[in-house]
Nanobody, 122 residues
Framework: QVQLVESGGGLVQTGGSLRLSCVAT????????MGWFRQAPGKEREVVAA????????YYVDSVKGRFTVSRDNAKNTVYLHMKSLEPSDTAVYFC???????????????WGQGTQVTVSS
């Protein structure tokens, strides 16, 4: 089993920045696509960003494109989500996800973290 642990969430004001981190622990964690989902109050979970193992493929939902950057450090089994120009609509629980099937597999990820709360005040 792979365990994903997110950190870096918190309360920021509109226009601020935040960096989320997710560390994978457990068995070997190689060639996994990783990314981030989020779930706002009363809304469905949506994929925010994803990156392939080699980082040659990325995905961003339109609402965050240009503001969020996903990156990874495979030596540390860690994926990051750097968020800037945050808006109240970004308020959500952010979940780290991983899947060995590549970016396309993150439509239905095999592994999920517990989530970290991001709150953007207006």
């Amino acid at each position: 089993q792979v365990q994903l642990v997110e950190s870096g969430g918190g309360l920021v004001q509109t226009g601020g920045s935040l960096r989320l981190s997710c560390v994978a622990t457990g068995r070997a964690f190689s060639r996994y696509a990783m990314g981030w989902f989020r779930q706002a109050p009363g809304k469905e979970r949506e994929v925010v960003a994803a990156v392939s193992w080699s980082a040659d493929e990325t995905y961003y939902v339109d609402s965050v494109k240009g503001r969020f950057t996903v990156s990874r450090d495979n030596a540390k089994n860690t994926v990051y989500l750097h968020m800037k120009s945050l808006e109240p609509s970004d308020t959500a629980v952010y979940f780290c996800v991983a899947d060995s099937r590549g970016v396309s597999g993150l439509k239905s990820p095999r592994y999920w973290g517990q989530g970290t709360q991001v709150t953007v005040s207006s």
